[in-house]
T-cell receptor, first 108, second 113 residues
Framework: KNEVEQSPQNLTAQEGEFITINCSYS?????LHWLQQHPGGGIVSLFM???GKKKHGRLIATINIQEKHSSLHITASHPRDSAVYIC??????????FGKGTRLHILP | DAGITQSPRHKVTETGTPVTLRCHQT?????MYWYRQDPGHGLRLIHY???????DKGEVSDGYSVSRSKTEDFLLTLESATSSQTSVYFC????????????FGQGTRLTVV
């Protein structure tokens, strides 16, 4: 079983829809990261969370430490949001472990 | 953007040849990591380093070695490249403080023919 699980694996939605991507983990962590990767592109850090909630523009990330679960929300989605979104955790022994990613496609 | 550079960005090499990928950072972060990214697997840890001359194996280390003689450089070597090592390789850096962001290189696309 993967230590970091994301769902869904693929998501297609219409422009303007509210998007939720989920991440569950089974290891002890010091922080959780949400990352974005465009096709053929590099990896960009969107958020780093150790508790609560963070917001940046139309993106919101939440984490529930007790339930070992995090969500990434995109409000008023736009085609330029189309990318792979990756959940990663910094473990207590200082490794970074990644989920397999969620491929998001926003249709105009 | 964090100062992290991978080189080369693209490489095609023949089976059996040695290949070295370089990750260079200007952030003076102690922690550095090498990952490979493959369809269906996500990013998997190859090797990591917590400081100069302090390296350890990740989950997919077979066929790879690393060296860290300076804080700023983390080298990944494929001693004898195989087709199964065709992948996109990413370097990441992070400060030792637990609640710190990780930064990623732009990736190196390696093709072994």
């Amino acid at each position: 079983k993967n230590e970091v699980e994301q769902s869904p694996q693929n998501l297609t939605a219409q422009e303007g829809e509210f998007i939720t991507i989920n991440c569950s983990y089974s290891v002890g962590i010091s922080a959780l990261h949400w990352l974005q990767q465009h096709p053929g592109g590099g990896i960009v850090s969107l958020f780093m969370l150790s508790s609560g909630k963070k917001k940046h523009g139309r993106l919101i990330a939440t984490i529930n430490i007790q339930e070992k679960h995090s969500s990434l929300h995109i409000t008023a989605s736009h085609p330029r949001d189309s990318a792979v979104y990756i959940c990663a955790v910094s473990t207590r022994d200082d490794k970074i472990i990644f989920g397999k990613g969620t491929r998001l496609h926003i249709l105009p | 953007d964090a100062g992290i550079t991978q080189s080369p960005r693209h490489k095609v090499t023949e089976t059996g040849t040695p290949v070295t990928l370089r990750c260079h950072q200007t952030e003076n972060h102690r922690y550095m990591y090498w990952y490979r990214q493959d369809p269906g697997h996500g990013l998997r840890l190859i090797h990591y380093s917590y400081g100069v001359k302090d390296t350890d194996k990740g989950e997919v280390s077979d066929g790879y070695s690393v060296s860290r003689s300076k804080t700023e450089d983390f080298l990944l070597t494929l001693e004898s490249a195989t087709s199964s090592q065709t992948s996109v390789y990413f370097c990441a850096i992070r400060a030792p403080d637990r609640n710190t962001e990780a930064f990623f290189g732009q990736g190196t696309r390696l093709t072994v023919v």
